[in-house]
Every structure is written in structure tokens, then in C-alpha cells.
């Protein structure tokens, strides 16, 4: 079996593996776009194939100016291998091997977007089980089950901010500073976990960067003050492909409980819609409880869920 990256001239090789299409399907429309856009890259799309049959596909996904990928997004093996897990494994590792070599820091996280019942459908149990065990077993072995909200213009804008005074900040210096704060004490697992791996100012640094990477303008940004001048926390309205959607907001340790993670969700709801968003999404971690009943009291709908499978984080700098 032969493992291996693609170029320019697989493309019909690329689009022609078909597979069901339940968990992650990239068709040929979606992947033309994406390679257009420099979404997808042939060097980042693998195939495994015996002879000139092509039996298993990997399509990583980065944005336009990464140098590495940033996620897997779609991993399909043909129904007539006997060893699914096998397979998908022998592709990934591959691929992973390839990217270390080059010098990606860390594997990258495969996310898998499940309807919101997921346990109770046996076939989309079936489709995500072999690929869950392949993932684990080319190292993404870390689980995080992530709830997806949606907030549409039925929902209501909520009315302006009483307490806090928003304002930009063009320092990354001082945003720096404030990711810092928040991360003390935060529930978001990613965080916590950056924070053990890479150190609290390395990990506000990564923050930094993704967010700069994002399709929303760095103008956007806000810190939050109360009115005596504190720094309450931070508020990053951004935009993906798919659209607008609440980046990162936090409140520092200090002045948490009081209702300020309210009024950070407020400012970024009241941000985009202002910019003629008919639907800003979100994503929470499922222990997060209290953002996930913050977004639900701003009138953000549980639609969906994202299960991300991830590797161990290095530790080596950027």
C-alpha cells in the first residue's frame, strides 16, 4: 500500500475517491473552492492507493498564509477494505511523519462536526468509530467534545452594554497582557492545556496569532473597562469561511461572577450584527458550563457539536 502526498495532477484521482459521505465529506465543489481559496493544498492532501486504486483520502485544512495545516477535515476509507482502522492509521501517520519532518510543531487536531443527537444514531456511531480509533492511534489521542452555537436576528440584539466601556487597542502588547489574565483560572480546555504545554506567555502569543490569522479585522478587538478604569476583560468579534462568529471573550479573575461575560457577549453580538450578520456562530467546550449558559441567555441556539481529536502539545517555542 502506498501512502503519499499529492500534486496538481491527482486531482482527478483526489476527486474521485468516494466514500460515504456521513462525517466530514469534502466533495468536488468544496475541495476546487478550497484549493482556490488556499484552503487545501495538494501537499496537504493524501491519498493511499494499491496499484491504481485509490482506497483512502486525507484532506488537511489551513488558512491561506499557514505554512502547516491546522486540522484534518475529512477521512474516508473505501467501504470494500477490511481494516478501516488500519488503513486510515497507516494514511495519517504517514502524513503526520511528513509534517514533523517539515517542521510543524505539533500533530493537527482533527475535528469531526456531529448533529447535536449523535449518541443516539447508530449509523453516524459506526461512521465515527473507525475513524476515532484510527485517530488515536496516530497519536491524536485527546478528546474534547465542544457545543456549537448559532445566533440569528430572531434572536433580538441585545440592548448596549450599561457597565462596561469598550475600546480599541492596537498594542498586541497590552491584548498580550489581558489573554494572559484570563487564562488564570480559565475552564476553556485548550487554554488550560496551552498554558501547561507552552507557558502563559507563549500560550497568549498563540491566541494572538490564530486570531490574527482569521478573516476579521484585527480593528476589531476590544478591551473592557469598568468605571473606575479596570480592565474587565477582553471581546474579539472575527469571521471564518463560513461567516462571523464570536473569536474569544474572557473576563478577569477578579471580576468574575459578576455578569461581565454578559455584556463581553453582548458587545460582540451587538459588533457584528451592526456589520449586517444574519448568523454569528460560537463554540464552547461541554464542561464550560457557564459560557454555554451565558450564550444561552443571549439567545444563541445549541445547533450542533464539534468533537476535536488532538495530540500531545509541544513545548518547543514558535
Known amino acids: 500500500m502506498l501512502c503519499r502526498s499529492t500534486t496538481e495532477a491527482d486531482l482527478d484521482q483526489v476527486l474521485g475517491c468516494t466514500a460515504e459521505p456521513s462525517i466530514g465529506w469534502v466533495d468536488p465543489a468544496r475541495f476546487r473552492g478550497g484549493i482556490a481559496a488556499g484552503h487545501y493544498r ?170 490574527r490569522q482569521m478573516s476579521g479585522d484585527r480593528s476589531w478587538w476590544r478591551l473592557a473597562y469598568t468605571s473606575d478604569g479596570k480592565l474587565a476583560g477582553l471581546a474579539i468579534p472575527s469571521s471564518n469561511d463560513a461567516g462571523p462568529v464570536v473569536g474569544y471573550l474572557g473576563v478577569v479573575p477578579e471580576l468574575r461572577g459578576h455578569g461581565y461575560v454578559d455584556e463581553l457577549l453582548a458587545e460582540i453580538t451587538r459588533f457584528l450584527a451592526a456589520r449586517g450578520a444574519d448568523r454569528i456562530r460560537a463554540d464552547t467546550d461541554l464542561g464550560n458550563r457557564p459560557m454555554a449558559a451565558a450564550f444561552e441567555r443571549a439567545g444563541y441556539q445549541n445547533f450542533a457539536i464539534r468533537l476535536v481529536l488532538s495530540g500531545p502539545r509541544s513545548g518547543a517555542p514558535t
Open 42 to 211: 495538494f501537499g496537504w492532501t493524501w491519498l493511499a492507493a494499491d496499484g491504481s486504486q485509490t482506497l483512502a483520502r486525507a484532506i488537511w485544512w489551513g488558512t491561506p498564509d499557514s505554512s502547516d495545516p491546522l486540522a484534518l477535515d475529512c477521512l474516508s476509507v473505501h467501504d470494500s477494505v477490511p481494516d478501516r482502522i488500519g488503513l486510515a492509521a497507516e494514511l495519517l501517520d504517514a502524513a503526520h511523519q511528513e509534517f514533523s519532518a517539515r517542521g510543524s510543531r505539533e500533530l493537527p487536531a482533527y475535528h469531526l462536526f456531529l448533529p447535536t443527537g449523535w449518541r443516539e444514531d447508530p449509523d453516524l456511531l459506526a461512521a465515527l468509530s473507525w475513524r476515532r480509533a484510527a485517530a488515536a492511534r496516530a497519536g491524536l489521542t485527546s478528546e474534547l467534545e465542544r457545543l456549537r452555537y448559532e445566533w440569528t436576528p430572531a434572536a433580538g440584539v441585545p440592548d448596549p452594554p450599561g457597565r462596561l466601556t469598550f475600546l480599541p487597542e492596537p498594542d498586541d502588547e497590552v491584548f498580550l497582557a489581558a489573554f494572559r489574565r484570563v487564562a488564570v483560572g480559565s475552564l476553556d480546555a485548550s487554554t488550560v492545556a496551552g498554558v501547561a504545554a507552552v507557558g502563559a506567555d507563549q500560550q497568549a502569543r498563540d491566541e494572538i496569532a490564530i486570531y
